[in-house]
Structures are given as structure tokens and as C-alpha cells.
């Protein structure tokens, strides 16, 4: 299969095409790479099967004040057990107290191919392992417009990285995500996640941002 693809693409870079024909190329190449993504990260993407397991996330928060200075640091640690796709027990251990640091919801709505966007590859891409797709909205005036960009494996089409931007999201004028996934045991999971936003007021803005690692899966019987 590895050689298959490789003899594809090698025999679309050898043949010279026009601009219409080189975009529709890439388009048809896209749309083969995302649905491949697709197929494996929905099959073996530990939040969205019901398995049962337990993990820990551990998390980091701060938060600027409108005056530009650090105004609160939180640490927490959640230990979640999850049973038929839900959650079915948490212990938290909270040392701030802030609202905001909470762990997101991990079964992702809004992977690439759930968004209506325009897709690209990366000038840069220089054929090797690991090949990244990116996205911009088709109409940037949309409210929550998303665009950012994906990677994956570029044979066993594993998804490695997730990176979200969105402006006029529900509670900030700028949002963002980024996710680092591995695979273990036949399953994707997430074992990074950073979120960032900015609310705008009167007297300024405030910016939160959040790292979660999320470590000691255990997989149930």
C-alpha cells in the first residue's frame, strides 16, 4: 500500500499540469488523505469508542489581567474513569479554584472533515512521514470561522496533531486549540492539549491559557 501511494504522487509531481488541473490534482490528493484520517481516527480514537478506562489529566492554567499582568495560576489533577463512552467517575484535586480550568470535552466535534472549509497542502512538504493539511473557511465573515491544520502519518494515515483557531467563539473573540495525539494498543489517544483565548472589555482584554497532559491510561477487561 506505502509503495502504491508513493508511486501515485511520484507520477503526479512528474507530470506537468496546468494550474486548473495542478488544484484539482492536489484536491483529489486531499480528499484521499482526509478520509483516510478520518476512517482511522474514528476507529480507533479512545473518547469516541466505548471502551472503558481510566486516566489522569494533569492541567496548568494562568490568567492576565486587563492590565496585562499575571493574575492567577491553578493547577489541577482530575482522575477520570470513563465507561461506555461516558464519564462515569471524577476525583479532582484543585488548588486555585478557577472556573475556567477545567478539563474540555475530549471527543472532538470538530475535526477538519466536520468542518466546511478550503484545504491545502504545505509548500514544505518534503515527502517524508509525517504530512500536514491545512484549512481556512471558505467565508471568513462566518461567525466562529475555524481554520489551522492536521497531521498525520503519511502511510498508516494516524493523526499526530490537531491545531484549531477560531474567531467569536461562544466566550472569547479568540480561541484555540492544539492537540498532540500517540497510538498504543491499536488506540489514538490525546496525551497533550493547549487551549488559549482572549476576552475584550471596556478596560482591555484578559487572556487564559491552558496545558493538560493527560497521562496513566488503563485500559478496563
Known amino acids: 500500500m506505502r509503495l502504491f501511494i508513493s508511486l501515485i504522487l511520484m507520477i503526479m509531481a512528474l507530470v506537468p499540469l496546468s494550474g486548473a488541473a495542478a488544484q484539482n490534482a492536489d484536491s483529489v490528493a486531499i480528499q484521499f488523505y482526509l478520509q483516510q484520517a478520518r476512517n482511522t481516527f474514528e476507529s480507533t480514537y479512545i473518547f469516541g ?28 489533577t482530575y482522575d477520570i474513569a470513563y465507561s461506555d463512552g461516558r464519564i462515569s467517575s471524577i476525583d ?3 488548588t486555585a479554584g478557577m472556573s475556567q480550568s477545567i478539563v474540555p470535552d475530549l471527543i472532538i ?5 466536520q468542518l466546511d472549509c478550503e484545504f491545502y497542502f504545505f509548500p514544505n512538504d518534503t515527502g517524508g512521514s509525517d504530512i500536514s493539511i491545512g484549512f481556512e473557511p471558505r467565508d471568513a465573515s462566518i461567525k466562529r470561522a475555524a481554520s489551522g491544520y492536521i497531521t498525520m502519518d503519511r502511510y498508516n494515515y494516524m493523526v499526530k496533531s490537531y491545531t484549531i483557531y477560531m474567531t467569536n467563539h461562544q466566550f472569547s ?17 490525546p496525551v497533550f492539549l493547549e487551549r488559549h483565548w482572549r476576552e475584550g472589555g471596556f478596560w482591555g482584554r484578559k487572556y487564559f491559557h491552558q496545558r493538560i497532559s493527560i497521562i496513566d491510561y488503563r485500559l478496563g477487561e
Open 49 to 76: 469508542l466505548k471502551r472503558d478506562f481510566t486516566c489522569r489529566a494533569v492541567t496548568t492554567a494562568t490568567l492576565t489581567n486587563y492590565r496585562g499582568k499575571l493574575d492567577r495560576v491553578d493547577s489541577t
Open 109 to 113: 466535534s470538530d475535526m477538519p472533515w
Open 173 to 189: 473573540d479568540r480561541y484555540s486549540r492544539v492537540y498532540l495525539f500517540d497510538y498504543k494498543n491499536l488506540l489514538t489517544r
Open 92 to 94: 479532582i484535586s484543585d
